[in-house]
């Protein structure tokens, strides 16, 4: 069965730095598009980025483009998400999720970790 | 990219069959089939109900429903249960190899 487990969140300051994970296990990584989506508190879904499956293509949110970096790991089934110049309106859950292709085919989702960007 | 458009509320008895809308563009919703529901029960991730317009996963309940037309897609739900109460959200790839979410709805089971 696909599970998807997100690590890293944590409390930062203004202008910081923090690294996501995501560790896949119960499908083959390697065959998949993955994507990072946030959710700040109380409000809606927001897609930050896609990788495809080789790590070759990368897209970004505008709200985050030059900011952000996402990356993955095929050997090790990890999805990373690079967070710089953190702002007050990046905090948020973030989940990883797989997909097909860009296509919203988010199946399954993880379970998020809270990121919280405060002095 | 702007949100897609969605209700921010809709109710319904239980038994009773709900409409939930995803108003878009021709650069979104209505360009490609690759428009997905999601239901979010609270404090919970999200899960697939409907992705690609009408397809169901596997597990989902087939009171569970997608369309569209034109620029707006939507998902129906029959026979609702008090278990469907949860916040809806759709998605939709667009022209600029993104994708983007509506704002979201908060079905309430009276």
């Known amino acids: 069965q696909a599970q998807l487990v997100e690590s890293g969140g944590g409390l930062v300051k203004p202008g910081g730095s923090l690294r996501l994970s995501c560790a896949a296990s119960?499908?083959?990584?390697?065959?998949?598009?993955m994507t990072w989506i946030r959710q700040a508190p109380g409000k809606g879904l927001e897609w930050v980025s896609y990788?495809?499956?080789?790590?070759?293509?990368?897209y970004y949110a505008d709200s985050v483009k030059g900011r952000f970096t996402i990356s993955r790991d095929n050997a090790k089934n990890s999805l990373y998400l690079q967070m710089n110049s953190l702002r007050a309106e990046d905090t948020a859950v973030y989940y990883c999720a797989r997909d097909r292709t860009i296509s919203g085919w988010f199946d399954p989702w993880g379970q998020g970790t809270l990121v919280t960007v405060s002095s | 990219q702007s949100a897609l458009t969605q209700p921010a509320s809709v109710s319904g008895s239980p038994g009773q069959s709900i409409t939930i809308s995803c108003t878009g563009t021709?650069?979104?919703?209505?360009?490609?089939?690759?428009v997905s529901w999601y239901q979010q029960q609270p404090g919970k991730a999200p899960k697939l109900m409907i992705y690609?317009?009408?397809n169901r996963p596997s597990g989902v309940p087939d009171r569970f429903s997608g369309s569209k037309s034109g620029n707006t897609a939507s998902l129906t739900i029959s026979g609702l249960q008090a278990e469907d109460e949860a916040d809806y959200y759709c998605s939709s790839y667009t022209s600029t190899n993104s994708l983007v979410f509506g704002g979201g709805t908060k079905l309430t089971v009276l």
């Open positions: 021709s650069s979104d919703v209505g360009g490609y089939k690759y």
């Open positions: 119960g499908f083959s990584f390697s065959d998949y598009y």
């Open positions: 990788i495809s499956s080789t790590g070759t293509n990368k």
């Open positions: 690609e317009v009408s």
